[in-house]
């Protein structure tokens, strides 16, 4: 049980694109997701959290406008990287906390963005 | 909000030996702390988590234990082996409802054959 699944796992894109990454919580209800970005050899540094039904909450300095983050349902977060450039290049991962459940959060596997 | 440091960055240890990692963490209020191990390009994998009224908490090799005065926990794995090898994070987080999880900056643990 528990498991977070993302999509894509990785993608390509060029400069000025948008690319969107989907969470999702397959066998379990999560009002709140979390994104984070890990670049090489570094720490997971959360982006943001999402709450099903209302906004995103931002960290600092995370651009809320280039960030979008939708949480339309208790199994789906998505988070759309707008008009990308190559220093987004990162590892994007979600997280998810079971509605019924207590502290834990599952981690998705990821996903690898590279901008051209 | 919450700040967590953790020490050694990087641990090189001989198989079959003792691997310690520390953390400290800011926040008082904290609650509930877990530790992760990441392979490269793969997820965090929950590998054990204490709770503020435990003091110490063992699952095979593994062991945590938590100062809750001081503000610090440990992570401690015995008898290492070369599958060990990973990048290692402690987190900490309030219990309520949503709040977010801050992680250490990980240790790259090597464990020597």
């Known amino acids: 049980g528990a498991v977070v699944s993302q999509h894509p796992s990785w993608v390509i894109c060029k400069s000025g694109t948008s690319v969107k990454i989907e969470c999702r919580s397959l066998d379990f209800q999560a009002t709140t997701m979390f994104w984070y970005r890990q670049f090489p050899k570094q720490s997971l540094m959360l982006m943001a959290t999402?709450?099903?039904?209302?906004?995103?909450?931002?960290e600092q300095g995370v651009e809320k406008d280039k960030f979008l983050i939708n949480h339309a349902s208790l199994t789906l977060s998505t988070l759309t990287v707008t008009s990308a450039h190559p220093e987004d290049s990162s590892f994007y991962i979600c997280?998810?906390?079971?509605?019924?459940?207590?502290?834990?959060?599952?981690f998705g596997p990821g996903t690898r963005l590279t901008v051209l | 909000g919450e700040n967590v440091e953790q020490h050694p960055s990087t641990l090189s240890v001989q198989e079959g030996d003792s691997a310690v990692i520390k953390c400290t963490y800011s926040?008082?209020?904290?609650?509930?702390f877990p530790w992760y191990k990441q392979e490269l390009g793969k997820r965090p994998q929950l590998i054990i988590d204490?709770?503020?009224?435990?003091g110490e908490k063992k699952d095979q090799r593994i062991a945590v234990t938590l100062n809750k005065t001081a503000k610090h926990f440990s992570l401690h794995i015995t008898e290492t082996q070369p599958e060990d090898s990973a990048v290692y994070f402690c987190a900490a987080i309030r219990g309520t409802a949503g709040n977010k999880l801050t992680f250490g900056g990980g240790t790259r643990v090597l464990v020597k054959p």
């Open positions: 997280s998810a906390r079971d509605r019924d459940g207590d502290n834990e959060q599952f």
């Open positions: 926040d008082s209020a904290s609650n509930y």
């Open positions: 204490i709770r503020s009224n435990v």
């Open positions: 999402s709450n099903e039904g209302s906004k995103a909450t931002y």
